[in-house]
């Protein structure tokens, strides 16, 4: 047992978490912010600039595809060079990349400056949610980790409301500039957020993870334990030997292919309809501002979804709790794509976002939890990205079959199939993770 990560996850829950916690929400809500001001920009620049339907697929697509290098990239990286470095790096390359969309004059450089959004926000989320599972108490591990997930919902709410007040008003372009905040936040995260303790253990740097577990310890209003013997951690520290192939060894297989698949299926559902949704409202006979309406409302369901799932996944279990979103959501998708009723959109849809993005938080949760620390974020990195590869295939195939009003119950069938499929996937391949330690 590493005695670094023994000694964290024991830890009462105190202020210290909580704050470490909040620090790294603000950051992925930033992350949910720049992604959902491109899903509301996009019905104003489809008319602006003329886009196909599918040129519109291909900018959420892009952006999909940066998601994919960066998650990988990133996870990798934070295995070796640490939690902390990444997640600020990535940081400022979205927040920087997203001002940059700003400044677009055409088709061409808005998909560049996506694509490197895209890197930026894919590099992140493995990172930053590696790092919290590594702080957070054993006990209070996964409601934690759904209540990270959760400031996604805060964060797409301010795009939402930004998008609503702002472009109608002032234009695209500035939408974008707030999403650039992103950029200023690193400076106050380099000075306040730690390097993860248990990361510095795996890499024999014991001195360094002792003085911090022992800051914690005593903010937490516990005795400093002892120092690690360093004799506990040989053969912890290799960690040059780990590769991408290590992911498919006879120790990892099943839990890699449980988690592409998730991950794919889950990253494919949200991006092909969250991503889209103002457009195909749009399209199929309500105004903008009434589409962005429906969002905000839709978007207020996730944050008790978060709640909900924050609340169960300690109680009964990652597998039971994750799957049974994943089901309700496929049957409010299929209700939702049959609405024909102000009400019905707005009570299916809700559903629909609060089962969809509750499966988001438990994701989080379940990921890290699956693999050791010297593959931990490669392992969750790995995973995002095979996500994002879903995400890339989702706007495009909306784009395909949208080829009219009448097609949008055809939209939502598909994602009640995926959510079904990876549902069962959570049951058949997935394995309980509550209470396990790191």
Known sequence: MNIIAERLENLPLRRWHWKLLLMIAVGWAFDAMDTGIVSFVLPKLMTLWQLTPTQVGFIGSIGLVGMAVGAALSGTLADYLGRKKLLL???????????????????????????LVGFGLGGQVPVAVTLMSEYAPKKYRGRMIVLLESSWAI???IAAIVSYLIIPKFGWQIAFFIGAIPALWVFYLWKHVPESAVYLANKGRLEEAHAIVCEVERAAGVACGQPPIRQEFL???KTSSVTFTTLFSHLYLKKTICLWILWFGLVFSYYGIFMWLPTLLVKSGHSMVQSFEFVIWMTLAQIPGYFTAAALVDKIGRKPTLGGFLILCAASAYMFGNASSWEQIVLWGCLMSFFNLGAWGLLYTYTPELYPTEVRASGAGWAGACGRIGGMLAPMAVGGLFTGPDKFSLVFAMFTGVMVLIALNVFVLGEETMNKSL
């Not at 969309?101 to 694509?115: Q, S, T």
């Open 235 to 237: 053969g912890s520290t």
């Open 89 to 115: 790096i990535t940081m400022v390359v979205y927040g920087l990349a997203t001002g940059g969309c700003g400044l677009a004059v055409n088709y061409e450089w808005l998909l560049v400056m996506r694509f």
């Open 155 to 157: 964060g797409w709410l």
